[in-house]
């Protein structure tokens, strides 16, 4: 017999952006989809007519495509599928599985009110349940309730939190029809998982009493009940309930940080999944790897020094070409970026990819990268930091006019004419070759940090790097 091919999917809501727990959401869904050989398919829960915007919509999209998660098919609008919702509304309503409502605001109220004078958790006391239809007041729109079985218990077989039991009495009869017509979240969830043949829901544990409420829904409507797995929340590093400090950002944020996509994926995936002692992983790796079994139970924390360490990796084993494109794709979102790539021209594109080897040794982000690689479209006279001015005083500038005189000699300028000068330099003064290249690299940079000195008078090319000596050279 075949075994029903996996299909997984990702519904975010479009009333904000993409933050990092609905990735790592869709990360998850996306490596079971492809390790299994299925299919992950995305859905837009845009109910909620009031907050969903179609900008939400569209960062939303640019977020998995900068992360490289692809989905198969269309985005599927949970709006436009209204009607399917309604229509199902009315089977439960048929077959005795949902009832009228009428309680008003002000008898809601008094139950809320009464169960917490006595102790009792909040909750609709099922008033209406057995209510005879002829006894209906008119005049009021009901809402439509489930009718949540009374006794016994709903359990959960979670891939990954185990087996979860709920006492039904702790269940009340929730609302899937709003009188306005509208049908609320764990009604329309169950129809369109359902209606687009979902068999596994990887989701935040947040969601585990909804999983509940669904599985009660699926019974009553003889579906079969997809295969669930709660993953846990994410953390700040200091085990707190992450924010916006310990990370809790947009993924656009993550990009405009000057973050890589491949090393977003390879860091999410750990936040709860692990392979052994791997913290680093291609994703052909992750997806070859990637299980449910394999995810953990316990808050993952998220760990910007951990982020940073492993994007600085994934700078230097990025092909330089490769990382030039993902650079130059990038600058419009980093901070400075659009300046910086203005002025890029031919000249200073091609210095820029010659220095690329040297920068992004040192560079743990983009962002590091394009602030690290300023001084290749400064305009001179360079504007230099407060380290590299007290690098540059007259003692330094006298000794940049003698070394200018010297490079200013050369027949050739290539790495090993240049070294072998400032070399020779450095020991006609008797001066220890850091107390030149410190210097130099101010004069050549207006930084203290660069890639190595003779890599930067050969990307600067004789005229350039002649000139910007010079400016320092003379008497201030």
């Known amino acids: 017999m075949t075994a029903t091919p996996v299909v997984t999917r ?3 809501s479009p009333t904000g952006f993409l933050h990092i727990g609905g990735a790592r959401t869709a990360l998850f869904n996306w490596l079971y989809a492809r390790h299994t050989g299925g299919r992950m398919l995305l859905r837009i829960e845009d109910t909620d007519r009031q907050r969903s915007t179609e900008p939400a919509v569209a960062a939303i999209l640019d977020g998995l495509k900068w992360l490289g998660l692809d989905w198969d098919g269309e985005p599927v609008s949970q709006f436009s599928r209204l009607d399917a919702h309604k229509v199902v509304v009315e089977r439960l309503l048929e077959t005795g599985n949902a009832y009228r409502c009428y309680c008003s605001r ?3 109220d008094a139950m809320r009110e009464k169960a917490m004078a006595e102790g009792r958790p909040p909750r609709y006391d099922g008033r209406c349940r057995h209510r005879d239809p002829a006894d209906a007041p008119t005049g009021i729109p009901p809402v439509i ?7 016994g218990e709903t359990v959960i077989a979670d891939r990954v939190q185990g087996t979860v039991t709920f006492a039904n009495k702790d269940l009340d009869d929730l609302i899937i029809l709003r009188s306005d017509g509208t049908p609320t979240y764990n009604l329309s969830v169950v ?6 043949g979902v068999t596994h829901i990887i989701r935040g544990v947040d969601h585990l009493t909804n999983a509940a409420r669904q599985s009660q829904i699926y019974v009553a409507l003889g579906w079969p009940v997809p295969v669930m797995a709660h993953i846990p929340l ?14 809790a950002l947009g993924v656009e944020a993550y990009r405009e940080m000057g973050y890589l996509p491949q090393a977003m994926r390879n860091y999410l995936a750990r936040l709860g999944w692990s392979h052994g002692d791997d913290e680093v992983f291609s994703t052909e790796q992750m997806i070859e790897w990637f299980d449910l079994d394999a995810i953990g139970k316990s808050a993952a924390r998220f760990d910007f020094v951990k982020l940073d360490n492993l994007n600085g990796h994934y700078m230097r084993a990025t ?3 490769e990382l030039m494109a993902l650079l130059l794709d990038t600058l419009p979102h980093l901070p400075g970026g659009p300046a910086f790539a203005g002025r890029l021209d031919a000249k200073a594109r091609a210095a820029l990819r010659s220095a690329l080897p040297g920068l992004k040794e040192r560079a743990r982000t983009l962002t590091e990268l394009v602030d690290a690689a300023g001084f290749l479209v400064a305009t001179r006279p360079l504007s230099c930091d407060d380290k590299a001015l007290a690098l540059l005083g ?6 940049l006019a003698g070394l200018h005189a010297s490079l200013e000699r050369l027949a050739t300028w290539d790495a090993a004419a240049l070294e072998q000068a400032v070399r020779e330099f450095a020991e006609a003064n008797e001066l220890k070759l850091g107390k030149v290249a410190q210097p130099l690299r101010a004069a050549l940079t207006g930084r203290t940090t660069s890639p190595g000195i003779f890599d930067v008078l050969i990307v600067l090319g004789r005229k350039e790097s002649l000139g910007r000596i010079a400016d320092q050279a003379r008497p201030k």
């Open 106 to 108: 002000e008898e809601l």
């Open 191 to 196: 129809v369109d998982d359902h209606d687009m």
């Open 234 to 247: 994410i953390h700040g590093a200091d085990g707190a309930k992450l924010s916006k400090r310990h990370g």
């Open 10 to 12: 990702f519904a975010p």
């Open 319 to 321: 092909p330089d070409d």
């Open 145 to 151: 309730r489930f009718r949540s079985p009374e006794d």
């Open 394 to 399: 007259d003692e330094a500038r006298a000794m």
